[in-house]
């Protein structure tokens, strides 16, 4: 069965975790191809989480966390952006096309947002795997 | 891993009376998953609880495939630990909103729920018993600033005479900004009359210590074990040896302008910031004291308590506590101040009895004025926001000029009338002799007399009167950028404290064991003030209860000090201080983790592990989910 693309979210369980199970109770559908993992803190994420998700055959991976200042552990969404940056070149030099990952801010109330940069992410993704990214 | 052989891992599946089988092919999951997996129509039920811990003991691992883990954790957890599981060799997969309830396609769901399922089987794999803590907390309290929000903060706290509560006030005496009033808002109390016995109160309480010319300088620790640094300047006055009975006052030589009293009025180099205050006891301006330059010790001869001591000095001292309470008030815009225009705190000191014309409203020439403008909303354009206690308070003084000097014309210059409820009565009152200018601007100068310029419907005008206050705006006080400095706090968009939330921990700070009163977050009256105050000490005095310890929990960073090549590199990074370097490696205090996992991340030498979300788990729930 081929159902598309195998998107990895990883989710800090104050904002974004809370803003899926958000989404969830409303009903608000967003593709089934996400696959969210809990992390303490969106700062929690390792470059290599991301690599090991591509090694594994995920087509896409999103960092959500809470907004810069909202951060439950004051500035770990800080330390996720910089690593994101870091993980850019990474990518590059593995070969991986860096629109495969995108870092997100989702605050606990933004289950429309969550559902939205997924639904958009998801859809980016099939795009590049259609069109030979 | 030989232990992996010998795990057995049970897989709980909920249907959730529909919501998740309907969505969810739970047979086709059970297929497609290698583990024993035992089917529930709903697991939080009694029934379901019931079937849980009578299958549990089977198993050494327990996969629940439920509802959110945020709904659900404590329930499970309370099973698994009746069975003796430690739960951390639990997991528990949001099939319901994060699977079932976010699609219409069952075959999609089903696929989805597979997934999120072989995720959690291969993570538990590499789960370890976990072992709960609970540390010994300290009773404690550090109580910073003395006003009317720390002082009846103490009080509360105090009345459980098992705890010691530390009250650090600044200046020499306890009372802040209050106890210098006349009268209260909005029913025109006495202030002193009221604020004299919780102070006389505070002061005579065995179980309260009270550090007055301190402050504090460094702090350590968290919720249930802090340790404070504290400064003290000397005071060269035994609080303990004097009466307060002025001898040592009237025989100083010194004469200087009082600050207290915004220099309408002089002091000696031995002196009380105000008659009245508490502790009774002078202080000795060391600066202008002439014991060092000219051998004077004249106070000392005077004093037959002997209660003087010139070999007083700064000092420094440790102070252990399980919680600290900030209430170290606002600040106020700093107006442009002459002789006949006062800031709303100066004329307050005008209006006092006890203060520097006895409560009499004078010009500096000794004469009665005429007439007197009160300018509302002093600084409210450069501090971009409403102070909302100052039109009460223009009210006041409204009401204590015309009652004093009952054919003085008085003038209010506003923007808008703030004035709920009590306090309207207050405006009913007053609207009958004072008049009313609405303007949003205005521009106040001397020139002999005052003149008020100001804006209305009709256009410009100008007002000359013998006298203006200015209602000065609340501000966040200077000072305390460094206290949340100290104490690594946040401040909110206009500079004040912030809170861990507006709504539901109003008191709390956003740091655990840290909590906030009265001024120091914002505008506020002496009611709110105390409000907060009680609230605060009611938040202390149920999270650190006598004989219960501090539950701590296991799911916090940890060092290998093998892999640990002393780097640093944590350090700096933990927003709780809890990455020490010692004896050439790094460790982390597990009281203060927080167990965001930051540090573990950025480890070079992958020496630091986050419990429960260690590096393998990550990487095996990563395999299970895309695979
Ligand atoms: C002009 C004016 C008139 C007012 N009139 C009224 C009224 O009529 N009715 C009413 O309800 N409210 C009135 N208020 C509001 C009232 O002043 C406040 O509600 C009240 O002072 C708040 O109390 P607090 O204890 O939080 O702060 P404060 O009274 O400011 O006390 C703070 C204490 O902390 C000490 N402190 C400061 N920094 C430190 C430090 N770093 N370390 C240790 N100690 C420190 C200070 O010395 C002080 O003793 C008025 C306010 C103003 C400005």
Redesign the interface.
């Known amino acids: 069965?081929n159902?598309g693309p195998?998107v990895?979210a990883f989710c800090c369980n104050y904002c974004s975790?809370?803003a899926?199970?958000r989404?969830?109770?409303a009903?608000?559908?967003?593709p089934?191809?996400l696959?969210?993992?809990?992390?303490?803190?969106s700062?929690?994420?390792?470059p290599?989480?991301i690599v090991?998700?591509f090694e594994?055959?995920?087509d896409g991976v999103m960092i959500l966390g809470c907004h810069p200042g909202s951060c439950?552990?004051?500035?770990?969404n800080h330390?996720a952006y910089r690593?994101y940056l870091l993980l850019k070149e990474i990518l590059r030099a593995a070969g991986i096309d860096e629109e495969r990952v995108k870092l997100d801010w989702v605050g606990a109330s933004e289950d429309d947002k969550l559902v939205r940069v997924s639904t958009e992410f998801v859809e980016k993704i099939r795009e590049l795997d259609t069109g030979g990214g | 891993m030989s232990y992996m052989s010998e795990q057995r891992i049970g897989v709980y599946l909920c249907e959730c009376g529909g919501e998740i089988s309907n969505k969810v092919n739970l047979e086709k999951v059970t297929d497609a998953i290698d583990a024993r997996t035992i089917t529930l129509p709903m697991l939080c039920t009694p029934e379901g609880l019931e079937e849980i811990s009578k299958g549990i003991s089977e198993f050494t691992h327990v996969v629940f495939a439920a509802c959110t883990p945020k709904r659900i954790e404590k329930t499970f957890e309370d099973v698994v630990k009746k069975a003796n599981l430690n739960p951390y060799l639990t997991h528990i997969v949001n099939l319901r909103e994060q699977c079932a309830w976010v699609s219409e396609d069952k075959e999609k769901a089903t696929d989805k729920a597979i997934h999120l399922i072989k995720g959690a089987l291969r993570r538990i794999a590499y789960h370890e018993p976990l072992e709960e803590k609970y540390i010994d907390a300290n009773p404690d309290v550090v109580v910073v600033g003395g006003g009317v929000a720390g002082v009846l903060a103490a009080l509360t706290l105090s009345e459980d005479t098992n705890r010691r509560v530390y009250l650090i006030e600044k200046n020499p005496h306890i009372g802040g900004k209050t106890i210098t009033y006349e009268d209260l808002t909005p029913n025109l109390t006495c202030a002193p009359c009221l604020l004299a016995p919780p102070l006389q109160d505070v002061l005579g309480k065995p179980n309260v210590i009270l550090y007055t010319n301190a402050e504090v300088e460094e702090v350590k620790g968290t919720l249930g074990n802090f340790l404070l640094r504290i400064s003290q300047k000397a005071r060269y006055v035994d609080v303990d040896k004097c009466i307060g009975c002025n001898a040592c006052i009237e025989v100083c030589p010194v004469n200087l302008p009082n600050d207290f009293e915004y220099r309408m009025k002089e002091r000696k180099a031995i002196y009380f910031p105000y008659a009245g205050v508490l502790p009774n006891a002078p202080v000795i301006d060391w600066q202008n004291c002439l014991y060092e330059k000219e051998r004077c010790q004249k106070c000392v001869e005077s004093c037959v308590f002997d209660a003087i001591n010139f070999d007083d000095m700064q000092r420094e001292f440790d102070l252990k506590c399980g919680s600290v309470l900030l209430s170290t008030g606002f600040s106020t815009y700093p107006v442009r101040e002459g002789g006949r225009i006062y800031s709303s705190p100066k004329f307050e000191r005008l209006l006092a009895k006890n203060g520097p014309t006895e409560g009499e409203i004078v010009l500096p020439d000794g004469n009665k004025p005429k007439s007197i403008a009160i300018v509302h909303c002093a600084g409210r354009e450069e501090l971009g926001y409403c102070s909302k206690i100052c039109c009460s308070v223009a009210m006041k003084y409204s009401h204590m000029i015309h009652e004093q000097l009952p054919d003085c014309e008085i003038h209010h210059i506003y923007t808008d009338l703030v004035l709920p409820e009590m306090h309207s009565k207050l405006y009913n009152e007053v609207s009958k002799f004072a008049r009313f200018h609405r303007s949003s601007k205005f521009d106040v100068r001397e020139d002999g007399g005052v003149t008020v310029e100001y804006t209305d419907e009709e256009g410009n005008q100008k007002l000359n009167v013998d006298m203006a206050v200015l209602m000065s705006g609340i501000m966040p006080s200077p000072e305390l950028k460094k206290i949340a400095e100290i104490f690594d706090l946040k401040l909110n968009e206009y500079g004040f404290l912030e809170v861990s939330d507006m709504k539901l921990s109003p008191v709390e700070t956003t740091s655990a064991g840290v909590l906030a009163a009265g001024g120091i977050l914002g505008a506020c009256s002496v009611e709110e003030s105390v409000q907060q105050a009680v609230a605060a000490a009611g938040k202390v005095l149920s999270k650190l209860r006598h004989g219960e310890k501090l539950f701590v929990d296991p799911k916090v960073c940890t060092v290998d000090e093998e892999k640990c090549s002393g780097c640093k590199f944590c350090i700096p990074l933990c927003p709780y201080g809890a990455a020490v370097y010692e004896e050439e490696k790094c460790t982390i205090d597990e009281t203060l983790c927080q167990g965001c996992g930051v540090c573990a991340s950025a480890c070079p030498a992958k020496a630091i592990e986050a419990r429960h979300y260690t590096t393998e788990q990550i990487y095996a729930e990563i395999e299970g989910v895309t695979k």
Not at chain 1, 27 to 30: E, S, T
Not at chain 1, 35 to 41: L, T
Request: charged residues 35%; proline residues 2%; glycine residues 10%.
């Open positions: 069965m159902n195998v990895v975790y809370e899926a199970d989404a969830g109770s009903k608000k559908n967003y089934e191809n696959r969210i993992i809990r992390v303490p803190c700062g929690r994420v390792e290599e989480f090991k998700a594994n055959g995920a439950h552990f004051k500035t770990g330390k690593r």
